[in-house]
T-cell receptor
Framework: GDSVTQTEGPVTLSEGTSLTVNCSYETKQYPTLFWYVQYPGEGPQLLFKVPKANEKGSNRGFEATYNKEATSFHLQKASVQESDSAVYYCALGGNYNQGKLIFGQGTKLSIKP | EAAVTQSPRSKVAVTGGKVTLSCHQTNNHDYMYWYRQDTGHGLRLIHYSYVADSTEKGDIPDGYKASRPSQENFSLILELASLSQTAVYFC?????????????FGPGTRLTVL
């Protein structure tokens, strides 16, 4: 079945440094790929989604490219801020399997000022 | 904007007791989902529903039941709560099946079983 694997956390960075959270997936379908972000005490919220292979998604300075050949969807940001501290989830899903999402295990990111 | 609410926000239950977690959405969405969140496991799907009065098993349904009495409401029921069911539970909703549709999550319920 479908699966998602992402960078083991927790990850601690200094403000202003660059971020990469790796995400790899396995599926025989043609999914939409998602990055969700979860702040303390809240539910996950969509950061952005990419429905098509070889396209890039972005939001709030974060970006990821849907790489079908490498089955990857790595999250990147050039310069992190303290407000980026959160848990990040990579997920796949789409117009099949009743719209279910398969999530990675989550990566907790902490940014030091 | 999508609005999914959950009640209670936190609950302490005793082993062997019955627990009901409630979810309400005001988005007119067809699909609703229940997930549990555990450190190191991310979010795992327990039950879901795509129409009122019908529910489906997700990936980890054992020990849980679900009820969808109306389009807006979706409950998760633990008939005999166990220690292993201590977790944070999230409800989510989604409009009909469309390639670009994402799920909208509620704020979660923290359940502690003692």
């Amino acid at each position: 079945g479908d699966s998602v694997t992402q960078t083991e956390g927790p990850v601690t960075l200094s403000e202003g440094t660059s971020l990469t959270v790796n995400c790899s997936y396995e599926t025989k379908q043609y999914p939409t790929l998602f990055w969700y972000v979860q702040y303390p005490g809240e539910g996950p919220q969509l950061l952005f989604k990419v429905p098509k292979a070889n396209e890039k998604g972005s939001n709030r300075g974060f970006e990821a490219t849907y790489n079908k050949e490498a089955t990857s969807f790595h999250l990147q940001k050039a310069s992190v801020q303290e407000s980026d501290s959160a848990v990040y989830y990579c997920a796949l899903g789409g117009n099949y399997n009743q719209g279910k999402l398969i999530f990675g295990q989550g990566t907790k990111l902490s940014i030091k000022p | 904007e999508a609005a999914v609410t959950q009640s209670p926000r936190s609950k302490v239950a005793v082993t062997g007791g019955k627990v009901t977690l409630s979810c309400h959405q005001t988005n007119n969405h067809d699909y609703m989902y229940w997930y549990r969140q555990d450190t190191g496991h991310g979010l795992r799907l327990i039950h879901y529903s795509y129409v009122a009065d019908s529910t489906e098993k997700g990936d980890i349904p054992d020990g849980y039941k679900a009820s969808r009495p109306s389009q807006e409401n979706f409950s998760l029921i633990l008939e005999l709560a166990s220690l292993s069911q201590t977790a944070v539970y999230f409800c989510a909703s989604r409009p009909g099946l469309g390639v670009y549709a994402e799920q909208f999550f509620g704020p979660g319920t923290r359940l502690t079983v003692l």
